[in-house]
């Protein structure tokens, strides 16, 4: 899942502040911790996305594109020294 994805450490957010009625105004902010920066590109993405609590597991990056996710929720394989695991050909030897 995010097959491209960049870390990032305390990235610049953009935050909505409601004022009034109809009036609000959006405020920068840095979001203290290590975040991972994706573009859902398929419904499986999207769909992970919209389990996520806004401000609490993913933000929005006050410049670029995607959305800014928390390390901690992201579903990263790793093996038992504590590097990323990178698919295997499960086929044999084509």
Do not use: C, W
């Given at each position: ?9 305390d990235p610049l957010t953009i935050h909505r502040k409601d ?38 597991e993913y933000e929005v990056p006050a410049h670029g594109d ?29």
């Amino acid at each position: 899942m995010f097959l491209f994805r960049k870390l990032e450490e305390d990235p610049l957010t953009i935050h909505r502040k409601d004022l009034h009625e109809n009036k609000f105004v959006y405020s920068v902010q840095v979001a203290k911790g290590a975040y991972y920066r994706v573009v859902p590109s398929n419904m499986k993405e999207i769909n992970f996305m919209l389990l996520l609590q806004k401000h609490a597991e993913y933000e929005v990056p006050a410049h670029g594109d995607g959305l800014l996710v928390t390390a901690r929720v992201l579903p990263l394989p790793t093996k038992k020294n504590g590097t990323r695991k990178t698919p295997q050909n499960t086929r044999g030897n084509l």
